[in-house]
Structure formats: structure tokens, C-alpha cells
């Protein structure tokens, strides 16, 4: 069986290099933000809450929930006067290279091993500055809080800097990934809490950082919005919402679900959910499966768990390729294959100014998937990027609906793969495995 990659035959072979460590941004770049943010979200109703943080100067570490670019802005306004390093995904520094060098962005590809970027972090810390990451690496689907890896915790331990966790609400409820050009009227709600100081972490092990860490950064926001009384009453609210809600309860039909208005139905066997200004679901005729969305995301989620537990998950399709090597730009690659199983993990195959090319992330190669909506860069369709260490491909299936369930294989056959090893690896290990102290 072939393993090895084919590189993409580009006429130009640059790469835009991610291994740049962050300039220091100008004190003006970071009144020009702060202006521009405070001027973005004027008007709007908002609350940013400091938790322990009397007395706390840079340098420090802060880890954010994601959900929409409010967050950046919000940020901005929470952490004034004080320069921050952001960390940024490639297809943020489209047309904008410079700009994003300048304002001290730290540029990396989704999901891949990228050891630069711990060297960036570091360089940041080091000459006091704040580093802000966003663990999740990705805005989440359902307002519910995504895999975060426990590298994370790792890399709190090894820069010893205090940790901040900004968790906002509302910016969802805001403007939901799935539909995020249409916008609800919601108050924003943004808490910034000091979690652990550099004593703390001296004397804590990895496992009880990431412990540390997964309960500061958990959150619901439909549960939040329950609890505070919001009512979003657009008449749109559900539009989209098919996107995460892709298997329907009733009949247990994939990728046949569709959205309207304040609803959401199944078109194999007909039944209809009304979404409810409070954010909760409610059947039309017979019972109410979910009313929690959360509740009918999870368990979509366990049903791709059973499938590949089975031995049954396997997804293969005819995919639209486009690449983005440098920032000028993306490169239309044309028709592509693709293959993802729980043994190969992604295979993607084409061929581009006359020579195939061959790209693969075996399993544990990548942790999660970068799934987009209505993806506004290239073209307004679902999408997912599988990134290598210098190259990322942008895939439009051909097969509807089916991103939100790849991101769940992707995850759930990574952890999979990564206690298969760890079981393997304390049955070699007569005490402390040195795999896992890489």
C-alpha cells in the first residue's frame, strides 16, 4: 500500500513561511485596535467581566472559547493597554500577509505538528507580551465547547507564564457558525479569569492542567441563554441548523435534513422541530427527541462512534480541490478523490499541471477537522481543509451535508488511535514510557 506523499506540482514553489517568529506590534497597533474594536461594537450591549486579575501584567497566556470574530474584538477591549500576540490560521493572512505580520500574528496551519509555533509562543512570552490561543483552533458548531487537545496543557507547562481564560457568550447565539451571515440581536457577555498562576503550575502535572483547563473553557450556550432569559425572535433563527443537525432522530435518516424560517425538518420521513425563541426545540407531532440541541449534536456524535467502533465508517468522494501554498491567493487544483477510513485516515489524490499528486494524514497526524459553512473565501458552500505542514487543500464534497460528520470521525478515530498507542506503549514500558514525555 502506498503511504508516501506526492507533492502538488505548482509552477511556483514557495511556501509562505509560518516558521517567522511574531514581531513585537507597535504600541500604535494596539490603540489602532483597540479603536477599532471599541468602534465595531458600539451601540452594542455588552459586558466584559475581570475575574482575578487585579495586579496581573504581561507576560501571560490566554486561552479563548471561539465562536465568531467578536471574539478578537472583545479581546482587544478586555486586555487594552497591553500587546497581544494572536495565533492565526493561514487562510486568515489571505491578501493580508503583511498586516497580520505587523500586528504580531503568529501564523499556523489547522491540525498539523507544528513545532514553530511552540518556538513562537515562547519568543512572545519571553519578552513580555500576552500569547492568545484559541484551543479549540476552530469557531464551534454548536456553541458547545470542542476537542481540545492536551498538548494544550503541555504547552502551559512548559512556558510556566499565568493563564487567562476568556470565555464569551453570546457571540454565538450572535451569529451561529452555521449561519453566520445573518445576524440575531443578543447581548454579549465576556468573562476574563486569571486560572493559574506560575506557582500553580510548577507544582501541577500535565494531566491536572488540562483538567484545569477543560472546566474554565466549558460552556453552553443554549443552556446559557435559557438561564438568561434571551429571546431571539428573527424569524430566521433555524436557518442553517441542518448543517450540525445532519441525521434526523425520527428515522434515523442521514443528510436528508433541511431548514427553514424557525424550523427544522427531516424530507425522508417528514417530521418537522420548531425552534423556539428560547433556543429550544420542539416537535410539531409526537415526541420531542431533543430539545436541547447539544442533546441531538452528542448523540449524532456517539452514532458515528458506534459506526466506526463497527468497523463500518468509511467515506469516500469525488471533492473540488483548492489549495492555499502562499497567502496571494488559493489555487483551484479541479476535481479530486478522497477517502477517509479509521486504518488510512485521509487520502487525497488528483493531479495538477500535469503530475498526480498525493496527499495523506494518517490518523494521528491529525487530532480534528477544519469544517467550514457557507465558506466565504473561495466559494459560499460547505467545505474541509486537510492541512499539511506547508500546504493547505480546501475540499468541497460532492456529497451534501457530510462535513459535520467527517469532523466527528476525524476526532473520534484520533483518540481511538492515541489510547491504542498509549495501551501499547505502557505494555513495552516497565515505567515511565518516554513516549509519552515527548
Given at each position: 500500500?502506498?503511504?508516501?506523499?506526492?507533492?502538488?506540482?505548482?509552477?511556483?514553489?514557495?511556501?509562505?513561511k509560518?516558521?517567522?517568529?511574531?514581531?513585537?506590534?507597535?504600541?500604535?497597533?494596539?490603540?489602532?485596535i483597540?479603536?477599532?474594536?471599541?468602534?465595531?461594537?458600539?451601540?452594542?450591549?455588552?459586558?466584559?467581566?475581570?475575574?482575578?486579575?487585579?495586579?496581573?501584567?504581561?507576560?501571560?497566556?490566554?486561552?479563548?472559547?471561539?465562536?465568531c470574530?467578536?471574539?478578537?474584538?472583545?479581546?482587544?477591549?478586555?486586555?487594552?493597554?497591553?500587546?497581544?500576540?494572536?495565533?492565526?490560521?493561514i487562510?486568515?493572512?489571505?491578501?493580508?500577509?503583511?498586516?497580520?505580520?505587523?500586528?504580531?500574528?503568529?501564523?499556523?496551519?489547522?491540525?498539523?505538528?507544528?513545532?514553530?509555533?511552540?518556538?513562537?509562543?515562547?519568543?512572545?512570552?519571553?519578552r513580555?507580551?500576552?500569547?492568545?490561543?484559541?484551543?479549540?483552533?476552530?469557531?464551534?458548531?454548536?456553541?458547545?465547547t470542542?476537542?481540545?487537545?492536551?498538548?494544550?496543557?503541555?504547552?502551559?507547562?512548559?512556558?510556566?507564564?499565568?493563564?487567562?481564560?476568556?470565555?464569551?457568550?453570546?457571540?454565538?447565539?450572535?451569529?451561529?457558525?452555521?449561519?453566520?451571515r445573518?445576524?440575531?440581536?443578543?447581548?454579549?457577555?465576556?468573562?476574563?479569569?486569571?486560572?493559574?498562576?506560575?506557582?500553580?503550575?510548577?507544582?501541577?502535572?500535565?494531566?491536572?492542567?488540562n483538567?484545569?483547563?477543560?472546566?474554565?473553557?466549558?460552556?453552553?450556550?443554549?443552556?446559557?441563554?435559557?438561564?438568561?432569559?434571551?429571546?431571539?425572535k428573527?424569524?430566521f433563527?433555524?436557518?442553517?441548523?441542518?448543517?450540525?443537525?445532519?441525521?434526523?432522530?425520527?428515522?434515523?435518516?442521514?443528510?436528508?435534513?433541511?431548514?427553514?424560517?424557525?424550523?427544522?425538518f427531516?424530507?425522508?420521513?417528514?417530521?418537522?422541530?420548531?425552534?423556539?425563541?428560547?433556543g429550544?426545540?420542539?416537535?410539531?407531532?409526537?415526541?420531542?427527541?431533543?430539545?436541547h440541541?447539544?442533546?441531538?449534536?452528542?448523540?449524532?456524535?456517539?452514532?458515528?462512534?458506534?459506526?466506526?467502533?463497527?468497523?463500518?465508517?468509511?467515506?469516500?468522494?469525488?471533492?473540488?480541490?483548492?489549495?492555499?501554498p502562499?497567502?496571494?491567493?488559493?489555487?483551484?487544483?479541479?476535481?479530486?478523490?478522497?477517502?477517509?477510513?479509521a486504518?488510512?485516515?485521509?487520502?487525497?489524490?488528483?493531479?495538477?499541471?500535469?503530475?498526480?499528486?498525493?496527499?495523506?494524514?494518517?490518523?494521528?497526524?491529525?487530532?480534528?477537522?477544519?469544517?467550514?459553512?457557507?465558506?466565504?473565501?473561495?466559494?459560499?458552500?460547505?467545505?474541509?481543509d486537510?492541512?499539511?505542514?506547508?500546504?493547505?487543500f480546501?475540499?468541497?464534497?460532492?456529497?451534501?451535508n457530510?462535513?459535520?460528520?467527517?469532523?466527528?470521525?476525524t476526532?473520534?478515530?484520533?483518540?481511538?488511535?492515541?489510547?491504542?498507542?498509549?495501551h501499547?506503549?505502557?505494555?513495552?514500558?516497565?515505567s515511565?514510557?518516554?513516549?509519552?514525555?515527548?
Amino acid at each position: 500500500m502506498q503511504t508516501k506523499n506526492i507533492d502538488v506540482n505548482y509552477k511556483n514553489k514557495k511556501r509562505y513561511k509560518t516558521a517567522k517568529l511574531p514581531i513585537r506590534q507597535p504600541m500604535f497597533f494596539t490603540w489602532l485596535i483597540w479603536m477599532l474594536s471599541f468602534f465595531a461594537l458600539l451601540g452594542k450591549k455588552k459586558r466584559i467581566e475581570k475575574i482575578d486579575m487585579e495586579g496581573l501584567k504581561p507576560p501571560y497566556m490566554i486561552l479563548s472559547n471561539h465562536m465568531c470574530f467578536l471574539d478578537f474584538e472583545l479581546a482587544a477591549l478586555a486586555t487594552y493597554p497591553h500587546r497581544i500576540n494572536n495565533v492565526v490560521n493561514i487562510d486568515g493572512y489571505l491578501h493580508r500577509a503583511w498586516l497580520m505580520e505587523w500586528i504580531g500574528c503568529i501564523a499556523t496551519r489547522k491540525f498539523t505538528s507544528d513545532f514553530h509555533l511552540v518556538k513562537s509562543i515562547r519568543t512572545s512570552l519571553a519578552r513580555g507580551d500576552v500569547l492568545c490561543m484559541y484551543p479549540e483552533a476552530r469557531y464551534s458548531p454548536c456553541g458547545i465547547t470542542s476537542y481540545i487537545p492536551d498538548s494544550v496543557g503541555a504547552l502551559v507547562k512548559r512556558n510556566g507564564a499565568p493563564v487567562v481564560a476568556i470565555v464569551h457568550h453570546g457571540n454565538y447565539l450572535h451569529a451561529p457558525f452555521w449561519n453566520f451571515r445573518k445576524k440575531r440581536k443578543v447581548p454579549f457577555y465576556t468573562t476574563v479569569k486569571k486560572i493559574l498562576t506560575p506557582e500553580q503550575i510548577k507544582d501541577m502535572s500535565i494531566e491536572e492542567i488540562n483538567t484545569v483547563l477543560q472546566r474554565e473553557l466549558t460552556y453552553d450556550e443554549y443552556a446559557y441563554q435559557k438561564e438568561s432569559g434571551i429571546l431571539i425572535k428573527e424569524k430566521f433563527r433555524a436557518e442553517g441548523l441542518h448543517k450540525i443537525l445532519y441525521r434526523c432522530p425520527h428515522c434515523n435518516t442521514e443528510f436528508k435534513m433541511g431548514s427553514e424560517g424557525a424550523d427544522i425538518f427531516c424530507t425522508e420521513c417528514g417530521k418537522r422541530w420548531n425552534m423556539k425563541e428560547d433556543g429550544s426545540l420542539q416537535a410539531y407531532e409526537g415526541a420531542t427527541e431533543f430539545s436541547h440541541i447539544p442533546d441531538w449534536f452528542n448523540w449524532e456524535r456517539e452514532q458515528v462512534e458506534a459506526e466506526i467502533e463497527r468497523g463500518e465508517y468509511s467515506y469516500s468522494d469525488e471533492v473540488d480541490v483548492f489549495s492555499q501554498p502562499r497567502c496571494n491567493g488559493f489555487v483551484k487544483l479541479g476535481k479530486g478523490k478522497i477517502r477517509h477510513n479509521a486504518e488510512e485516515g485521509f487520502v487525497l489524490e488528483g493531479e495538477h499541471n500535469g503530475e498526480a499528486y498525493r496527499i495523506q494524514r494518517a490518523p494521528l497526524q491529525i487530532n480534528s477537522l477544519h469544517v467550514e459553512y457557507d465558506y466565504f473565501r473561495i466559494r459560499r458552500a460547505d467545505c474541509f481543509d486537510i492541512s499539511t505542514e506547508n500546504d493547505s487543500f480546501y475540499c468541497y464534497p460532492a456529497k451534501e451535508n457530510i462535513v459535520t460528520k467527517l469532523a466527528f470521525a476525524t476526532e473520534i478515530i484520533y483518540l481511538k488511535k492515541a489510547e491504542e498507542k498509549r495501551h501499547v506503549c505502557a505494555s513495552r514500558c516497565e515505567s515511565v514510557c518516554p513516549c509519552d514525555s515527548k
